[in-house]
């Protein structure tokens, strides 16, 4: 059974920065989808980044493009949003999400979620 195991959240200023993991276990696939979407309260959740695990066909939000990175490290299968310049707009719930594949982006369907990591940006 698949887990993802998100760290990373926390309480930050604009113009800060934060750094997301989230550790997969219990996987035997290769070259999956790994995805960061996060969930504004009141608010639809939003795809911000995704990656294949090969790390191919990266894709951001517009929101996020230039600021954010995405990444899959195969050491320690882990995937880390790097968050730049940080706005009170990226407040929210961050979460890791896997699909077999995601052809759409950002906006391609995930299967699998973890539990979150909140994240605040504020003055």
């Known amino acids: 059974q698949v887990q993802l195991t998100e760290s990373g959240g926390g309480s930050v200023r604009p113009g800060g920065s934060l750094r997301l993991a989230c550790v997969v276990s219990?996987?035997?696939?290769?070259?999956?989808?790994m995805a960061w979407v996060r969930q504004a309260p009141g608010e639809e959740r939003e795809g911000v980044a995704t990656?294949?695990?090969?790390?191919?066909?990266?894709y951001y939000a517009a929101s996020v493009d230039g600021r954010f990175t995405i990444s899959w490290e195969n050491a320690d299968n882990t995937v880390y949003l790097q968050m730049n310049f940080l706005r009170p707009e990226d407040t929210g719930m961050y979460y890791c999400?896997?699909?077999?594949?995601?052809?759409?982006?950002?906006?391609?369907?995930?299967?699998?979620y973890g539990q979150g990591t909140q994240v605040t940006v504020s003055a």
């Open positions: 990656t294949y695990t090969d790390g191919s066909k990266t």
């Open positions: 999400a896997r699909a077999p594949r995601c052809p759409y982006g950002v906006l391609s369907t995930f299967d699998i």
């Open positions: 219990g996987s035997t696939s290769t070259n999956v989808c």
